[in-house]
């Protein structure tokens, strides 16, 4: 009879009644009959998979599925990836799968000494003291029935596991207690998820090294120091904890949606003189990142139409949105020479750092003072911006803490991320407490200088206040001042007919910017000097570099010191005598 591709295949396990005249014949007509004359090459043929009935006398039935039952008990303690074991009173191992069979021999060593260390806390209640590498996870009542108990244990600090064990009870009467006889240990390898762990704990160590200010100290730092000891510690900690030597961080300007260059490490000078934008098209991976707020992995940079150069010779990069709350302040790009460098647990370590790098900076930028007159209005802000963040934080701490009930460590582990947000707070209040004028100084009550008494001085900055303060300091210490909002008057105003015995000009202006301002002032016949400002560190174009070659007078951070302001200036058009 010819069997159609459907028909099932049957196994007969071979007896007495199998045997019978005419009834595997029977059988064969409708299935695709396979015989088996003993019980191993029954389970020899249950283990291709491949059977859809058997056939066997009542006899055979339940050795039958009893054999079935511990094959797939063994199938399935010899697959699964922990090691599993018995283990007697001594610790010494009655039975193991294959997995704890596979690993080394210091390994199978050390679970027998936890194996023997749970038994005998099982029997007494009372822990032997573990060794320095060894940690018992919970904790053992005595009075209690002895339950499950998680240990950890480490080798050479380089390698970490977890077993949990449990105690076999044996009953010795029929009135006595059940005695433990021996103990069951499930072990697993721990080590990724402890260094995982391990890189957390550093980079939020790191993290709350970054926005910590200490009040008293950073207050006497102005803004260029402030970002310099920002940039040192940034540089550090991406070196030593994530090992990233080739980075960039841009931030966004709001006004013209442009991703300012602010910290540089490690990468040419030709690749951070590129202008990007923020827009998902056209600007590189760093436009898309700021636009989106996504994280990008390019892992080769030559089969990425969104790449734009950056590091010569650059195969991989990574790049993450540097997030403040909801919105997007930044990037943080960084750029290796190898092939698929970067994982997805690198993403997550950069965003996790990127999140705490854009509250650094941006607690840095408000303290800059540049729209403020008032340090309680000063104070109220910073407060005001940072609180979103660190509440999110704080949230989900807290919702954290409530599923680690009972895990007094990683409670533990929490709550110091708790602390260190309300220790942020405090420092911020401590450090807003600071300059109480745009200066930074009580500019009210100056007379007139000698060496700055009539000489014409151009004041260029697009911000109201500071312009208008700079203006009415110099015109009480006996200066004559033009104002003007934005770089292309400035420009216009120095190729009129006023001769000006000094510039004081911000970096940052729409159309035309400190760099350019400088170059007209240089083109005139008399060469007024030029004092640059900048209100963050920024420096769009390499400005400060390229005047300085060129013979810029000097470069004010806001909010600067009267005094230091002062001292510039004269020192500034005495020089130019």
């Known amino acids: ?34 015989l088996a004359h003993s019980m191993e090459d029954a389970l020899r043929e249950l283990r291709g998979g491949s059977i859809d009935a058997v056939f066997s006398d009542s006899a055979d039935f339940l050795p039958l599925e009893r054999a079935i039952a511990a ?44 194996c023997a260390n749970a038994h005998a806390i099982f029997v007494t209640g009372i822990s032997p003291l573990p060794r320095p590498d060894e940690v018992a996870l919970t904790t053992a009542t005595p009075a209690a029935p002895p339950r499950s108990r998680k240990f950890s244990f480490s080798i050479d600090d380089t390698q970490y596991f977890e077993l949990f064990c449990s105690p076999v009870l044996e009953s010795v009467g029929k009135e006595g207690p059940p005695v433990v006889s021996q103990v069951v240990a499930i072990c697993w390898d721990a080590t990724s998820g402890r260094r995982l762990q ?61 991703l300012e260059l602010v910290i540089s490490v490690g990468m040419p000078t030709e690749a951070m003189e590129v202008e990007l934008f923020a827009t998902p098209e056209g600007n590189g991976i760093s436009g898309y990142v700021a636009s989106t707020g996504r994280s990008y992995i390019c892992s080769d940079v030559a089969r990425d139409p969104r790449y734009v150069a950056g590091l010569t010779n650059a195969i991989s990069s990574l790049t993450v949105p540097l997030m403040l709350h909801d919105r997007t302040i930044g990037i943080f790009n960084i750029e290796s020479h190898h092939p698929s460098a970067f994982s997805e647990d690198d993403r997550q370590f950069a965003e996790i750092f990127g ?26 802000d910073v407060n005001t911006e940072i609180a979103g963040p660190l509440n999110d934080i704080t949230s989900e701490t807290t919702l954290l803490m409530d599923d680690y009930i009972g895990n007094d460590d990683m409670r533990r582990r929490l709550g110091a991320i708790l602390d260190n947000v309300n220790k942020i707070r405090q420092s911020v209040r401590a450090v807003a407490e600071g300059p109480r004028t745009i200066l930074g100084g009580d500019a009210s009550a100056k007379a007139v200088d000698p060496l700055l008494a009539g000489k014409r001085v151009l004041v260029a900055d697009d911000e109201p206040n500071i312009r208008q303060t700079i203006a009415d300091l110099l015109t009480r210490l006996g200066c004559k001042v033009d104002t003007a909002a934005d770089g292309a008057e400035a420009t216009a105003l120095l190729a009129g007919n006023s001769r000006y015995d000094l510039v004081l000009s911000d970096i940052k202006m729409p159309y035309k910017n400190g760099y350019e301002i400088f170059l007209a002032a240089q083109k005139l016949n008399h060469k007024p000097p030029v004092i640059l400002m900048t209100g963050f560190g920024y420096d769009p174009n390499h400005s400060i570099v390229r005047a300085t070659h060129d013979g810029l007078a000097a470069v004010l951070f806001k909010p600067f010191k009267v005094e230091q302001f002062l001292t510039e200036i004269r020192k500034a058009v005495t020089t130019a005598k």
């Open 355 to 380: 999140r705490y790098v854009a509250i650094a900076i941006n607690i840095l930028n408000l303290l800059v003072v540049e729209r403020h007159t008032t340090t309680g209005q000063l104070a109220s």
């Open 198 to 258: 391990q890189k957390i704990d550093a980079i939020d160590q790191a993290g709350g090294e970054l926005v910590r200010l200490e009040g008293e100290a950073i207050a006497k730092l102005n803004v260029g120091q402030r970002l310099k000891l920002l940039e040192e510690k940034i540089i550090k900690f991406c070196r030593q904890l994530m090992h990233f030597d080739h980075f960039a961080i841009r931030l966004l300007d709001r006004k013209s949606n442009k």
């Open 71 to 114: 094959q797939q008990s063994g199938l399935i303690l010899d697959t699964i990836g922990e090691g599993i074991c018995i283990a007697n009173g001594e610790g010494d191992i009655l039975w193991a799968n294959r997995r704890m069979k596979q690993w080394s021999q210091p390994v199978r060593d050390r679970i027998r000494e936890v």
């Open 1 to 34: 009879m010819t069997q159609s591709p459907s028909t099932q295949r049957l196994l007969v396990l071979s007896g007495p009644h199998s045997q019978q005249s005419g009834l595997i014949d029977l059988l064969k007509s409708t299935y695709d009959v396979v």
